[in-house]
């Protein structure tokens, strides 16, 4: 018989969530409230919440600063990349394929 441990945030024992890019990606879309296309340090703020993290408006902002390559205070589909690499660095997501 084999055992298996198991984990909370998809079955990975250093406590990441581990997500695909298209899961993270419906993840994001979710943020976006009001349906405008772009999601805002507001919105972010939220997806830091949704997962207990702390200092999630700190985040937020933060992960709008790093994203936003055009500094119109929101993230956009062109800034999507910097986005998944700052929860990679920050937010303790791991994104697998």
Do not use: C
């Not at 441990?5 to 997500?19: A, E, I, S, V």
């Not at 200092?55 to 709008?64: D, I, Y």
């Amino acid at each position: 018989m084999v055992h298996r441990t198991q984990y909370k945030n998809g079955g990975r024992p250093d406590g990441k969530t581990q997500l695909t890019m298209t899961e993270f990606k419906k993840f994001i879309d979710t943020l976006d409230t009001n349906k405008d296309g772009v999601v805002s340090a507001e919105e972010l703020s939220q997806a830091v919440r949704k997962r207990g993290g702390w200092f999630a408006t700190w985040k937020g902002n933060r992960a709008l600063k790093s994203a936003d390559a055009n500094v119109n205070g929101y993230v956009d589909e062109d800034e999507f990349p910097k986005l998944v690499a700052f929860a990679v660095k920050e937010l303790n997501v791991v994104i697998v394929e």
